[in-house]
């Protein structure tokens, strides 16, 4: 019998900015969000296999992100732990490394 702990999976939302931000993506990049959504509600946020993954620096309210695509331009996520005791991730942010406000996060 399987521990219940290892198949409670993650609820990921999407905020209403990023939603937006998802219909723009190229069809590359959005199969490689769906991907890492995928990863995010089996896993939870710690995905250290994607690139420049990592907790935002100065982040208070557990705010991470990771890089999609290698190259220009990179796109990037940015999810927050919304709630840690029925697992709720909220992706916040997805576009490119260029238009992303790091300090809106913190």
């Known amino acids: 019998m399987k521990n219940a702990e290892s198949t409670c999976l993650w609820t ?17 990049i959005a199969e490689q969000l769906y991907t890492l959504r995928k990863e995010l509600e089996a896993a939870g946020p710690a995905v250290p296999g994607w690139p420049n993954y ?20 990179t796109y990037v996520v940015v999810w927050q732990v919304v709630n840690n005791i029925v697992r709720i991730l909220e992706i916040q ?14």
């Open 12 to 28: 990921v939302i999407f905020s209403r900015k990023a939603e937006k931000q998802t219909k723009k993506l190229p069809q590359t």
């Open 54 to 73: 990592g907790k935002i620096v100065g982040s208070k309210s557990g705010h991470y992100h990771c890089h999609l695509n290698k190259g220009h331009p």
């Open 93 to 106: 942010f997805v576009g490119t490394h260029e238009k992303v406000d790091y300090s809106r996060f913190k």
